[in-house]
């Protein structure tokens, strides 16, 4: 079986913790925020490459792109320094049919406000634990996920969540303090999936859970492309009868 391609682009979160003094981020993630992430998926099913802020002109080009089936965008601090040109190159890949994955703080990354088209904002409060309930079990994301799961410390993302009517919402997110969150919510855009999945804050070994790693691999087989356009032309065509 053809192996999948995964690309994940997240930013330094221990340079960005060291900056700041902080030492939670460090003792979650000791190697970084990719080798956590790309734990999730095993090495039989999946091909994963690295990009990051730092050399996003060299990891994410047209030719990486088009070679990728599905962009995982951990993104927090430096959602301003994407390029512009380069979230219009993603959008653009999505609609020929690369899967996109955005997870937790890009809820407000330049691609993915680019491919819902609302202003992606929420309401947040530092750490809480969370329930996650699985809403659409009949959903490919949710395969082998428990009817819910608790995680035991995480950011508060609280609704209202301005995007637009999902297609699905596959997680609904309960926090201790009362608040609500649609927590993974898909889109289809052209030929492409695009899925948001909240939790993931760098301060909590988030995506060292099982049950987080496997939502994480459900959703690059599901939104792993079909069907991919070569471009995105509008050609003449020929009578059919
Ligand atoms: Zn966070």
């Known amino acids: 079986m053809k192996k999948i391609n995964i690309l994940i682009y997240t930013e330094d979160v221990l340079k960005d913790a060291a900056l700041r003094g902080n030492e939670l981020t460090p003792k979650a993630y000791p ?43 951990w993104g927090h601090c430096h959602h ?34 680019r491919l819902i088209g609302t202003s992606g904002s929420l309401s947040w409060r530092l750490n809480d634990s969370e329930i996650v309930w699985t809403a659409a079990p009949y959903h490919p994301i949710a395969a082998g996920i428990p009817t819910h799961f608790k995680l035991p410390n995480e950011e508060i993302y609280s609704e209202p969540f301005d995007i637009p009517a999902p297609e699905d919402t596959v997680f609904i997110g309960w926090f201790s303090q009362g608040m609500v969150f649609r927590s993974g919510v898909t889109y289809r855009r052209g030929y492409g999936k695009v899925f948001y999945f909240q939790p993931g804050h760098e301060e909590y070994p988030i995506y060292y859970d099982e049950t987080i790693r496997q939502i994480l691999s459900n959703a ?11 471009n995105l032309n509008c050609p003449n065509v020929e009578p059919v009868v």
């Open 31 to 73: 190697n970084g925020l990719h080798a956590g992430i790309a734990g999730a998926f095993d090495s039989e099913k999946y091909n994963v490459r690295a990009a990051g802020i730092d050399n996003i002109r060299e990891t994410i080009t047209p030719e990486i792109l088009a070679d990728t089936d599905v962009l995982f965008w």
């Open 80 to 113: 301003h320094e994407v390029p512009d040109d380069i979230a219009e190159l993603v959008v653009r890949e999505v609609n020929k049919g690369m899967g996109f994955v955005a997870l937790h703080s890009a809820h407000i990354a330049k691609p993915f406000l």
């Open 220 to 230: 690059a087989g599901w939104a792993a492309p079909q069907a991919r356009r070569d």
